[in-house]
């Protein structure tokens, strides 16, 4: 069983193009994130949702856009890619925002490389 | 926003015991926790510290100390399977989001 899910786990695409990375969690929990990992491997929150809230990090360039059409999904969708792009996408899920309930669970990983 | 500081990289042998320390800075600190993450894989949960002191797991044990700003993840009986790079995420500034260090990379050789 599947906690935390993303597709594609790998995407090979063209500067300029328009993609788009999907996540799905089957834990009933109520917050989102989206984390960019790069080659230092450091580990940097993107985007944060419940059902209430969405969060941005401010440094993130706003071609990136989360889009969820229910609680248990969080789509990140990229347009006019960049080489710098290139990184590890992970996406994450929460129970709460508080206490040891915010522990988060991690998918996969999307390994994005824009030539 | 909080700064976060670990080693780059560590080593140690196979059935030993390794201690990867974390230091932080940060406002209105609300927890901090260790995640595992093995080379192309995903980030997992270690543990959480929110007091001050020692929170204990098996073979991995994880400490606070508030007042320092300081926090240590200790493994024990090392097994090479622990090769991996070990991240502390510090929650504080007032956000509930977890803000990660650069990680250590734990190399166990036999």
């Known amino acids: 069983d599947t906690a935390v899910s993303q597709t594609p786990k790998y995407l090979v695409t063209q500067m300029g193009n328009d993609k788009s990375i999907k996540c799905e969690q089957n834990?009933?929990?109520?917050?989102m994130y989206w984390y960019k990992q790069d080659s230092k491997k450091f580990l940097k929150i993107m985007f944060s949702y419940n059902n209430k809230e969405l969060i941005i990090n401010e440094t993130v360039p706003n071609r990136f856009s989360p889009k969820s059409p229910d609680k248990a999904h969080l789509n990140l969708h990229i347009n006019s890619l960049e080489l710098g792009d290139s990184a590890v996408y992970f996406c994450?899920?929460?129970?709460?925002?508080?206490?040891?309930?915010?522990?988060?669970?991690f998918g996969p990983g999307t390994r994005l490389t824009v030539l | 926003g909080q700064n976060i500081d670990q080693p780059t990289e560590m080593t140690a042998t196979e059935g030993a015991i390794v201690q990867i320390n974390c230091t932080y800075q940060t406002s209105g600190f609300n927890g901090l926790f260790w995640y595992q993450q093995h080379a192309g894989e995903a980030p997992t949960f270690l543990s959480y510290n929110v007091l001050d002191g020692l929170e204990e797991k098996g073979r991995f044990s994880s400490f606070l100390s508030r007042s320092k700003g300081y926090s240590y993840l200790l493994l024990k009986e090392l097994q090479m399977k622990d090769s991996a790079s070990y991240l502390c995420a510090v929650r504080g500034g007032g956000s509930y989001i977890p803000t990660f260090g650069r990680g250590t990379s734990l190399i166990v050789h036999p």
């Open positions: 994450a899920s929460s129970q709460g925002t508080s206490g040891v309930t915010d522990t988060q669970y």
């Open positions: 834990l009933g929990h109520d917050t």
